[in-house]
């Protein structure tokens, strides 16, 4: 029986892998410790998965007792690195969530360690995951619009779910990089696994033009909120997870997952445009904003003999989604593209991917699992992203990439 721990007990960790594998533990595997800088945090996955598990309060102590399978990181982005580093280093494959690291020097700390171990990470982008991209990557291997020479995706998120990233540790550049990043690299590398290629150079733009606006500042933060009505960020306290795991953790570590949206203080982008170039020529146009009307996104790939759309709009967070592949060839024909879709978060991507992980089935017919090279090749255009943001230059990656290949 595989025998796995993992490190940052957060509220991913738990809906992904504790919830999510819970039927599994003690069956046909076993998650047998947790270590997070907040011990109430990790007792609450205790609590939840029996005496199995062991809630550790040293990460070596933890590897070293349990000697497992592999290590899973699912702390704050700025971290992954660290731990990714240290597994590796002790001789122990790892499972990253995503971002794998959020800095070059993270992923070049990532490379180098995975070749004086030999072990190997896995990158856990869920999205290559939802129906809808496995279907749309076949499409492309069945080669139904040819060559794809330009793509254009734009993504909108409403001022819920969009207002959640100002909230938590993710409206500081500090430990998320911001939204091209922590968000982003979900998008990235959907883009460079449907093409198979890698980025050659990125341009971008991004400002913040809707949170961080004290002016509309109704409280400091929501469960102390008299004005929440008023609010189409905020955020109820009902959910028994965000009670166990941040309100009744505070007291551990003072870290508030409620902050108001609008407080002048975080410093990401809530609007943004990125253009990449592949080394094979084709273009992508992408947008991101985090306060639209509805959720959702539009993928547009132009092939050299047809185009291939793709729609999901949500008509609220999670509920209502309308979901369609189209193709139009090059007689103009519009032809609607059956595929099953999937129940669960993540457009039913997350119990996918952990059927791959964690199941019986080895076959990966469309190259579905990623590896750390996947993981930097996305992070990489968030990065440089920013860097063009700030710089206003267009910004090479091919020697970058190359250096870390
Ligand atoms: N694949 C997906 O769709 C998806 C969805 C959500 C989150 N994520 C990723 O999962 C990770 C966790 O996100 P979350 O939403 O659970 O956040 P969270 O804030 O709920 O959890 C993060 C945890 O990391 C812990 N932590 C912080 N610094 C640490 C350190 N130095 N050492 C050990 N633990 C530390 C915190 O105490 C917290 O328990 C992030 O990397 C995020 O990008 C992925």
């Known amino acids: 029986m595989k025998k796995y721990v993992i490190v940052g007990a957060g509220s991913r960790a738990f809906g992904m892998f504790v919830k999510g594998l819970k039927e599994k533990q003690g069956k046909t595997l076993t998650i047998s410790g947790v270590y997070d800088i907040n011990k109430k945090r990790s007792e609450f996955y205790s609590e939840y998965l029996g005496p199995t598990l062991t809630v550790y309060t040293d990460f ?8 497992p399978d592999a ?3 699912a702390t704050i982005d700025s971290t992954h690195h660290e731990y990714v580093v240290r597994a590796l280093d002790l001789g122990y494959d790892v499972i990253s969530e995503k971002p794998l690291t959020n800095t070059y020097e993270g992923a070049m700390a990532i490379r180098e360690a995975e070749r ?3 072990k190997q990470v896995r990158v856990t982008f869920n999205c290559r995951f939802m129906p809808i991209f496995a279907k749309v990557k076949e499409l492309l291997l069945e080669d139904r619009i040819g060559k794809v020479l330009s793509i254009s995706y734009n993504y909108t998120l409403n001022r819920w779910h969009g207002g959640d990233y100002f909230k938590r540790w993710h409206r500081k550049m500090e430990y998320s990089q911001g939204m091209l990043l ?23 733009l991004g400002n913040r033009v809707f949170y961080g606006d004290e002016r509309k500042v109704l409280g400091e933060r929501c469960s102390k909120c008299e004005r929440a009505a008023e609010c189409e960020s905020y955020r109820s306290q009902s959910e028994e997870l965000d009670k166990r795991l941040y309100f009744d953790a505070e007291g551990e570590d003072g870290y508030i997952r409620d902050k108001c949206a609008y407080l002048p203080d975080s410093d990401i982008y809530d609007n943004m445009s990125v253009s990449v170039m592949y080394k094979g020529g084709a ?3 992408y947008t991101l904003n985090l306060f639209s009307m ?4 539009t993928m547009t790939i132009v092939g050299e003999r047809g185009m291939l759309i793709v729609d999901c709009y949500k008509s609220d967070y999670g509920n209502g989604e309308e979901l369609g592949i189209k193709i139009l060839n090059k007689e103009n024909e519009v032809v609607d593209i059956p595929f099953v879709s999937a129940e669960g978060a993540h457009g039913g991507g997350d119990k996918k991917l952990l059927e791959m992980i964690f199941g019986d089935n080895r076959c990966d017919p469309l190259g579905q699992l990623a590896d750390s090279f996947a993981g930097i090749s996305s992070a990489i255009i968030g990065m440089a992203a920013n860097e063009s ?3 206003g230059k267009t910004v090479d990656v091919t020697s970058m990439l190359d250096d870390l290949r």
């Open 60 to 67: 070596d102590e933890m590897l070293d007792r349990e000697r």
């Open 116 to 118: 004086r171990s030999g």
């Open 182 to 204: 922590h968000k982003s690299t979900h998008h990235f590398d959907v883009i460079n696994w449907l093409l198979c290629d890698e980025p050659k150079c990125v341009a971008a």
């Open 71 to 73: 290590v899973i990181v």
């Open 389 to 391: 943001i700030k710089t």
């Open 294 to 297: 509805r959720e959702g996104y």
């Open 283 to 285: 273009i992508l146009s």
